[in-house]
């Protein structure tokens, strides 16, 4: 996720507990002892309150022996649970933007420095990472892997920039062309009020608009959870959704007000490519 952070860590407020809890999935042993893991950054983890991990990947149908592709893994904030989750029986495979698809200057750079961070995460941590897989794709005609090799594509807050950037229908035909027949892609991004215009510049998403992306790319919707929802958060922040935490775009004086709301209202969606379509 894009934008300034002016973060220096605080106590969190407490989270909202979502609505659904006893009729969400449980994590299984394995997935639960990755989250509890000690290799995570102790920075990293107070974010469990707000993020839901073992019930958001119970809720996509994660399971060991899977093939994992997470979409853009920014600082590694879910490779840290998922790459050792799958270490011994199954693949994940972090999806990152090629910074070669772009010409040398600011973009390059920044995504040059992504993935840079990440390969570093990897390497210092070998125990957990070293049968992790990278992919580089170019955003103007992304491909994840080898059609229908993936049984979970996963992707975190990330739609608003592709819809941003006229990319969305693109990755969306990616996500489908890498899934297995049956297999599944779990969304969770930030739930806008309603249908926003594609360059809006909140960060927010009509759930509806990502329901059409994902249907135009020939998926169906198969769930939707209300696991990451947060009815505190309002949408209409001056920064948009950097203004509240984790990235905090906003004066210290308003601290306590958005420590207050907590992080965005989040859709979490899981739609499935029917089996007997490649």
């Known amino acids: 996720m894009l934008g300034l952070s002016l973060a220096i860590a605080a106590p969190m407020a407490q989270a909202v507990k979502p609505a659904d809890t006893a009729t ?27 993020r839901h991990p073992g019930q958001t990947l119970a809720f996509f149908g994660i399971k060991p022996d899977q093939t994992v592709v997470e979409i853009t893994p920014g600082g590694g904030w879910y490779a840290e649970i998922l790459a050792p989750y799958l270490r011994e029986d199954g693949k994940y495979v972090a999806a990152i933007v090629d910074p070669a698809a772009y010409e040398a200057g600011r973009q390059r750079d920044y995504y040059q420095k992504g993935k840079d961070g990440l390969a570093k995460k990897f390497a210092g941590a070998a125990a957990q990472f070293d049968k992790a897989a990278v992919v580089a ?45 049956g297999g599944v892609l779990g969304v969770v991004e930030h739930r806008a009020k309603g249908d926003v215009p594609a360059d809006d510049k909140s960060g927010y998403v009509g759930q509806d608009q990502v329901i059409a992306l994902a249907k135009a790319a020939g ?23 950097w203004t ?29 490519k029917k089996a007997g379509q490649e």
Request: aromatic letters at 10%; charged letters at 25%; hydrophobic letters at 35%.
């Open 219 to 241: 998926f169906e919707l198969a769930g939707s959870s209300e696991v990451n929802a947060n009815p505190r958060d309002t949408k209409d922040h001056p920064n948009g959704v």
């Open 137 to 181: 794709y170019d955003p103007k005609s992304p491909s994840f892997g080898a059609p229908g090799s993936a049984d979970l594509v996963l992707t975190f807050r990330n739609v608003h920039n592709w819809r941003s950037a006229g990319q969305a229908e693109g990755m969306f035909k990616g996500f489908y062309d890498v899934l297995k027949p």
């Open 244 to 272: 509240l935490p984790p990235s905090n775009n906003h004066p210290e004086a308003d601290r306590a007000k958005y420590q207050a709301i907590g992080e965005s209202d989040r859709m979490t969606l899981r739609f499935v």
């Open 24 to 50: 969400l999935p449980a994590p299984d042993a394995a997935l639960q002892a990755a989250i509890d893991g000690k290799w995570r950054d102790p920075a990293n983890t107070p974010r469990d309150a707000y």
